[in-house]
Structures are given as C-alpha cells and as structure tokens.
T-cell receptor, first 109, second 114 residues
Framework: GQNIDQPTEMTATEGAIVQINCTYQ??????LFWYQQHAGEAPTFLSY??LDGLEEKGRFSSFLSRSKGYSYLLLKELQMKDSASYLC??????????WGAGTKLIIKP | SQTIHQWPATLVQPVGSPLSLECTVE??????LYWYRQAAGRGLQLLFY??????ISSEVPQNLSASRPQDRQFILSSKKLLLSDSGFYLC?????????????FGNGTRLTVT
C-alpha cells in the first residue's frame, strides 16, 4: 500500500535549526512536496523535490533520497512565526498526492 | 496565477441537515479541481476530484457528493449530514499546467455538525 510517515510533533527553540523527517512508500514516484499550515488556515506550498539532493529556499531547505524513500525539511534561524504544522506529500505514478498527517512544530522563545 | 474562493468560512449545521459548499476559481481555464477534508489533528483526505465539467471521481464512499456545473465551479453537497462529517473542507487546484504542479488551496470551510 501507499504510506507516508512523519513525526506527530516537534519542539525547537527560536533561532535554532530543526529537521522534520518524512518517509514514503508509493506506487511510482513523481515528486515530494512540503506544505506549511498555520492553525486554522489552509496549507501553503513550500517546496518540491523530484531529483535526489538538497533544494534551498532562504531559511528553508528540502532534501530527497529516492532510493531510501526519504525526505526532510530543514528550517534554519527559527522564528516564532514558523510555529505551524508541516505536511509531507508524495505524488504517485498517477500524479495523485499521498499525504502525511503533518508534524506540528512548536517554537519556544 | 489563480485565485480560489470558498464559502462560507465557517458553518454549524445539525445532524441530518443538508450541505452545500461552493468553490470557484479565477485565473485559469479547465483546471483540475479537488475537494479535501481535514479532521482535527489529521492529514488531508481526498474526497473528490474533477478534470472537467460534469466529470467527478470519488475517492472515498460516504454520504457526500460533488458536482461541477461550470468550468470554474466545484460544489460539495450532502443530503443528510453526519457527526463524522465535521472537519475542515478545502478546495484546491494545481498552480501550474503540468501534472506535478503544486496544489493551491482556498481558505477552507470549517464545518461543525452538532
């Protein structure tokens, strides 16, 4: 079957670095997406990886290893506004998204 | 880029009452459209998707239905709501023209069934 796993909750300190991991199993693969979702709001797109390696976008980076079925989202210089849920989603061979349950990130001052 | 409108933003409905949620999209023609539901503290569950007018695919059997009467309009309905229908309903469409374009979401409708 198709499956996505990511931690339920993580806590980090303002100014620090945090890495949110995601493992996936899909029938075929057409890319891995990360979304940010603040409480009570809709998800917003953060990053997309389809090739192995690291993609950097300012304070946020996303990594993919297709052979390991593994991705992570790296957040640097954490700010209080980064407190949110981070959703991992893998796209299968039919271009359908398989969603993880999300990782709630709590930032402490 | 497209804009997705959803309404209402919040809704409280009694068990057994009907439901109609509307989504309209601006800025693109013949988009793929999606209805998702997110239960409290849970991931996104795909309910329906549509590749064109009158074309609806259902992902999860339930008491909900969807219709696409116009190119940029997608409606989610129910004849009789259940308590388990409570959740955050999101309409989405791809942000670009390729199959692997990231989805953009409307602001969502928070439905509470009492």
């Amino acid at each position: 079957g198709q499956n996505i796993d990511q931690p339920t909750e993580m806590t980090a300190t303002e100014g620090a670095i945090v890495q949110i991991n995601c493992t996936y199993q899909t029938s075929g693969f057409n890319g891995l997406f990360w979304y940010q979702q603040h409480a009570g709001e809709a998800p917003t797109f953060l990053s997309y990886n389809v090739l192995d390696g690291l993609e950097e976008k300012g304070r946020f980076s996303s990594f993919l290893s297709r052979s390991k079925g593994y991705s992570y989202l790296l957040l640097k210089e954490l700010q209080m506004k980064d407190s949110a849920s981070y959703l991992c989603a893998a796209m299968d061979s039919n271009y359908q998204l398989i969603w993880g349950a999300g990782t709630k990130l709590i930032i402490k001052p | 880029s497209q804009t997705i409108h959803q309404w209402p933003a919040t809704l409280v409905q009694p068990v057994g009452s009907p439901l109609s949620l509307e989504c309209t999209v601006e800025g693109t023609s013949n988009p793929n459209l999606y209805w998702y539901r997110q239960a409290a503290g849970r991931g996104l569950q795909l309910l329906f998707y549509s590749v064109g007018i009158g074309q609806i695919s259902s992902e999860v059997p339930q008491n909900l239905s969807a219709s696409r009467p116009q190119d940029r309009q997608f409606i989610l309905s129910s004849k009789k709501l259940l308590l388990s229908d409570s959740g955050f309903y999101l309409c989405a469409c791809p942000g670009g023209g390729s199959d692997n374009s990231p989805l953009h979401f409307g602001n969502g409708t928070r439905l509470t069934v009492t």
